[in-house]
């Protein structure tokens, strides 16, 4: 982990997940607090060691590697914590992440677990969309939903930290096919991106840049193939196939083995999200044949 300046008062812890820092009249910022109290705890020590403050956090969304160190530093240093409203309801009820993954129902054991479920926070702030103050920094909070259902990007000092609306080119590649819950609404939040101006930008998952224009044109591409590709492999079968199938061949289609079952429940999140931007469309439709769910696409 290493902290990296891009401005006067904006700064970002990268690794493995981009935690954002901002500083100003003696106080200090975080944008988002890794997965869990071990990151934070690795975040403070470079600030004490530096002799930077620590006063607040916002959190972008409410996935565990962003939110799941935000109770250390709630319990730890008492600092005030700010989150979107549907982001907020998550943090503070976690388990809702696996049971969403999980078709509503309590999830297993296998899905009980810091990945998936970040500790608790309680307290938790809302943060609305528009200009705000917290403290002494201006902050634009921009809606960015798509990789989750409220996320926001937020725009400090002319610095964009865009969470996850998009991802690092080599990030990219890696995922194959990025977590998603809506497929629409993260192409028109990736849209959004390129109409923002700012000096520069860095996501969740990625590197700083100046100018995002090709990165953010890279993600919408890969959207667009996975779309094409899927509906693709939907019209082989006209009678229709089950949503489990279609998973199965889609992921065999793209060489993606699948190792535990939280990995699985979200590539089908994605699969899903993916399909019902498709059934928006009226290129296809659900429906149900001998007690399986079927997607039929339309000729």
Not at 34 to 56: C, F, H, M, W
């Amino acid at each position: 982990m290493k902290l990296k300046k891009f401005t006067e008062h904006c700064f970002a812890f990268t690794g493995a997940v981009t935690i954002g820092y901002c500083v100003k009249d003696g106080k200090g910022l975080l944008i988002d607090s890794g997965l869990d109290a071990s990151t934070s705890k690795k975040v403070t020590r470079i600030l004490t060691q530096e002799g930077l403050p620590l006063n607040y956090c916002v959190v972008t969304h409410a996935h565990a590697d962003h939110f799941g160190g935000a109770h250390y530093l709630k319990e730890k240093f008492g600092i005030p914590l700010f989150a979107p409203k549907v982001e907020k309801a998550i943090m503070e009820n976690p388990l809702l992440e696996p049971i969403y993954l999980f078709n509503g129902s309590m999830p297993i054991n296998d899905l009980r677990n810091k990945f998936l479920e970040g500790k608790a926070v309680d307290m938790v702030e809302e943060i609305r969309t528009g200009e705000c103050r917290v403290g002494p920094f201006s902050l634009e909070v921009i809606d960015l939903p798509g990789h989750s259902y409220g996320q926001v990007g937020i725009l400090v000092d002319e610095i964009l930290f865009a969470a996850d609306s998009y991802f690092g080119l080599e990030v990219l590649k890696k995922h194959i096919i990025p977590f998603i819950v809506d497929a629409d609404q993260t192409l028109e939040s990736l849209e959004k991106l390129l109409h923002i101006s700012c000096k520069g930008a860095i996501p969740g998952h990625g590197e700083f840049e100046e100018n995002i224009h090709r990165t953010v044109k890279e993600n919408i591409e890969l959207h667009k193939v996975r779309l094409n590709s899927l509906l693709k492999l939907v019209t082989l079968n006209p009678g229709g196939k089950s949503l489990e199938q279609i998973l199965k061949e889609y992921l065999d289609l793209h060489n993606i083995i699948v190792s535990n079952i939280g990995q699985w429940l979200l590539f089908r999140t994605s699969v899903t999200a993916y399909l019902t931007s498709l059934e928006r469309s009226k290129l296809l439709s659900f429906t149900i044949q001998d007690n399986q769910l079927v997607i039929i696409p339309h000729s």
